[in-house]
């Protein structure tokens, strides 16, 4: 059971990471100390919500290739014919990746005109990897019927379409910090929207080629 | 209004001062608890009358002709669905959660007060959809709360058009407002607590609220896994759950699709989800016990480290649910001994609640009552769930009216009992008014001893075989005549019970314009909501300064103290030691 063993780990490294970060063996009734230590990891609230954020997706994610893996055991599977589109639409998701990356590290050394570019270039990228993903769909459709069909191509379907999801939900933050970078936001208060979307950039990044990876290898 | 959460500033960030954005398009925590609060409460009222309705049915079979088979399915899957999901989730995260973390961390508000507000509307619309379905074509879905595929998308049972389709887009919806609610709590919890509030010293109601959030954040989204595709099995004809299929003589497109991977998917949701619902009432009725006995939390450490077992455990047991259902029986040993191993941290904790009890000054306030009433009900519950945590008991015991009885017992009436004790403990707090006692004890005891008269004798229906989910019994030989009787005395009950949840509203609504006013402190308690300038606190909790703790949360009846309980923010006096040294050093 692949959902025993992804999860079981997940939830036991939430708590061993509680355990460590904080002392859970303090005897806060015998505790001297004028005033005690806060204790909060000293981060900021959006960096550990978005973290947080990302755990939740990991979880969403791992249900469903589980599911994938349980389903492919049952019965009238077949797998599915990947078009090759989607090696091109990998490459672009590293791309906007890496140009995420290169807007962080100009925002880090105060070069807005860098930032910018790579903003948007990144931008550009994550939609033209959206469109990309539309034409696989396009592909994908009629070489195999939807409905009663091949089930590994309803979850191809599904899948990607989640992922999709969540990348416009990170066009919507870029958009609006693009929006204010625009309107003339000192770099130093985009620092960290540019660091938080480089790292879901990433995280999506990772998302995408572990199910591609499933899709071609499971 | 919106407030940094940790600022030692008495100005908020944004200050609207029309009515609607105050208390409707309001972002703080206080309002948007309330907002819950109100919301979860009058569907959960929905809920019971489709519960009366139900009971009525089985008490008085064949005498309440407006009741079909199709409306007491109907009636069954909604009272299921709306009583774990939008009562019970959403008022303990949502109500006690946005009101308590922050006031107990010290906090002047959530960390994302914008998207705690978005959480509210959005679990509004969540519970809105579902309303809907009472009102289209073919009505709510009447699969059962569990919605196992095939039937749930099969015509003939009831609602399998729009209606089921309206119940997994509710869901999923719920589920994006839990997400923006969690991602908050949790974030409060760990950002924003005030100088001195380390992790041990936060009052275990935080610690139940915060683990239970963490399961929630995990565990919902398998149920958007299982919504989302099912949804596509019902509209779009794929087969991720449903099998080859002949419905009503014809052969349905689905092909190869396993029912019992939608089982492990909603279990695997289901079952933390009982966890999500019970360890906010666990917190709060350490709390509860606590104060009300004067005596510090029995093993607190004990308490926190038995609700992270609980919640790293409750991953591993779900399957319990699906002893009978086909899988691999050496699965059944398996979670059968996870089953039996989270109830060693689940009676650490009963036992640390008894022994607080242990000759502590216990005054029996209306909050004392039900926390000590939930000990007993949840004893209760939690010894029939050892019987059925056993495949051997659990084969002849299942789908009859004992699982009934022990889930009722031990996720219905337990956590509901603390609800009413932690209403009937921060009421005063919340409203600036104290209520009627005397209602509150006659709303206790009947609630108390009604839902007994409900549960217990059902137990013995289930060991008789009575099978659960059936619209009518009708003439079954091993079904006696003592079945009818109990069930008619089972109904007269819960009809009482239901009553007794009026006079909770009356005394609610009546003591919230004639109440006598409450002082700060009315329970003399030691956590922080009590120590706030204002009751209700105003916007920013704190007025100009953050509070800033110096103990823990259970200083009560220190030796040497002036008073029985010390409040967490009050410093230590060096000639005294602080908490359980105090006195040592005089």
Redesign the interface.
Same mark, same amino acid.
């Given at each position: 059971?692949s959902? %025993?063993a992804i999860? %079981?780990a997940?939830? %036991?490294g939430?708590?061993a990471w509680?355990l460590v970060v904080?002392?859970? %063996?303090?005897? @806060?009734?015998? @505790?001297?100390s004028?005033? #005690?230590?806060? #204790?909060? $990891?000293r981060?900021a !609230?959006q960096r $550990? #919500?978005l973290w $947080? +954020?990302m755990?939740?997706v990991t @979880?969403?994610f791992s249900?469903?290739i589980s599911?994938y893996a349980?389903?492919m055991h049952? #019965?009238?599977?077949c797998h599915i014919t990947i078009p090759n589109i989607l090696w091109v639409n990998s490459l672009v998701l590293v791309g906007a990746s890496i140009a995420m990356q290169r807007a962080r590290w100009a925002a880090d050394h105060g070069a807005r005109d860098g930032a910018r570019s790579a903003l948007v270039v990144g931008g550009m990228l994550s939609l033209a990897f959206l469109a990309g993903q539309l034409m696989a769909w396009q592909q994908v459709g009629p070489s195999v019927y +939807?409905? @009663?069909g091949s !089930?590994a191509v309803?979850?191809f379907y599904?899948l990607s379409a989640?992922h999709g999801l969540h990348l416009i939900g990170g066009l919507l933050v870029l958009g609006r910090t693009t929006a204010r970078f625009v309107a003339g936001a000192e770099l130093i208060d985009l620092r960290l929207s540019l660091q938080l979307c480089a790292v879901y950039w990433h995280f999506l990044l990772l998302v995408w080629l572990v199910v591609f990876g499933v899709l071609l290898y499971l | 209004m919106a407030y940094v959460a940790i600022a030692d500033r008495d100005a908020p960030i944004h200050d609207p001062h029309t009515f609607f954005l105050k208390y409707i398009w309001s972002q703080d925590h206080k309002v948007i608890a309330i907002q819950y609060a109100i919301v979860a409460i009058s569907v959960g009222l929905v809920a019971l009358v489709l519960s009366g309705l139900m009971r009525l049915q089985l008490g008085f079979p064949n005498t309440f002709h407006f009741i079909d088979p199709n409306d007491y399915y109907q009636f069954i899957t909604m009272h299921g669905m709306i009583m774990v999901i939008y009562l019970l989730t959403a008022l303990f995260l949502g109500g006690f959660g946005n009101y308590l973390i922050p006031l107990m961390c010290g906090a002047r508000d959530m960390v994302f007060p914008y998207m705690n507000m978005l959480s509210f509307w959005v679990y509004l619309l969540a519970v809105l959809v579902l309303m809907a379905s009472f009102f289209v074509p073919g009505g709510p879905t009447g699969a059962g709360w569990t919605l196992y595929p095939p039937q749930a998308v099969l015509t003939g049972t009831p609602g399998a058009g729009l209606g089921i389709i309206l119940m997994l887009v509710s869901l999923g919806i719920f589920i994006v407002a839990f997400t923006m609610g969690g991602l908050n709590y949790v974030t409060t919890v760990l950002q924003a607590r005030c100088r001195g509030m380390t992790l041990m010293r936060m009052p275990l109601s935080v610690w139940g609220i915060f683990m239970a959030t963490i399961l929630g954040l995990l565990a919902f989204p398998a149920l958007l896994v299982s919504a989302v595709m099912m949804t596509l099995d019902s509209t779009l004809g794929t087969s991720f759950f449903m099998p080859a299929v002949i419905s009503m003589g014809q052969k349905l497109g689905h092909n190869g699709g396993s029912p019992l991977l939608f089982q492990h998917l909603f279990w695997f949701f289901g079952h933390p989800e009982v966890y999500i619902v019970a360890l906010p009432a666990f917190g709060i009725v350490s709390d509860l016990l606590s104060t009300h006995a004067r005596k510090n939390i029995f093993g607190y450490r004990m308490m926190v480290w038995a609700i992270l077992a609980i919640g790293g455990l409750s991953f591993v047991v779900w399957a319990h649910h699906m002893y009978v259902s086909g899988m691999n029986p050496y699965f059944g040993f398996f979670f059968a001994t996870t089953t039996l191993i989270i109830a060693v941290p689940t009676a650490i904790k009963v036992y640390n609640w008894v022994l607080t009890l242990w000759k502590g000054d216990i005054h029996l306030t209306v909050p004392m009552m039900f926390a000590i009433g939930f000990i007993f009900t949840f004893i209760h519950g939690g010894l029939t769930g050892l019987f059925l945590g056993n495949v051997t008991v659990d084969l002849p015991l299942s789908d009859t009216y004992f699982v009934v009885a022990h889930f009722h017992m031990v996720m219905g009436v337990s956590p509901i009992l603390v609800v009413f004790g932690a209403i009937y403990h921060w009421f005063p707090k919340i409203t600036g008014r104290m209520w009627n006692v005397t209602l509150g004890k006659v709303h206790f005891w009947m609630t108390f001893l009604g839902t007994y008269a409900i549960y217990l004798p059902m137990h013995y229906l289930g060991i008789l075989g009575v099978p659960r989910r059936y619209y009518a019994l009708g003439n079954t030989d091993f079904i006696p005549d003592s079945v009818h009787s109990i069930n008619a005395s089972i109904t007269i009950a819960a009809l009482i019970v239901a009553a007794a949840q009026l006079v909770f509203l009356y005394n609610m609504i009546t003591s919230l314009r004639k109440g006598e006013k409450a002082p700060p402190n009315p329970w003399r308690a030691t956590t922080l909501e009590w120590q706030t300038p204002d009751t209700p606190p105003h916007h920013g909790n704190w007025g100009p300064k953050l509070p800033v703790v110096y103990r823990w949360a259970y200083d009560y009846s220190v030796p040497g103290a002036k008073e029985d309980f010390i409040p967490q923010n009050e410093p230590v006096d060096p000639a005294l030691g602080a908490g359980r040294d105090h006195g040592k050093h005089r």
């Open positions: 059971m959902n %025993t999860f %079981t997940l939830a %036991t939430v708590v509680f904080s002392r859970l %063996t303090a005897k @806060s009734w015998e @505790s001297q004028e005033k #005690g230590d806060v #204790g909060a $990891i981060m !609230p $550990i #919500g $947080i +954020f755990a939740v @979880s969403l249900l469903f599911a349980m389903r049952v #019965g009238a599977w +939807f409905i @009663s !089930p309803a979850f599904v989640v | -």
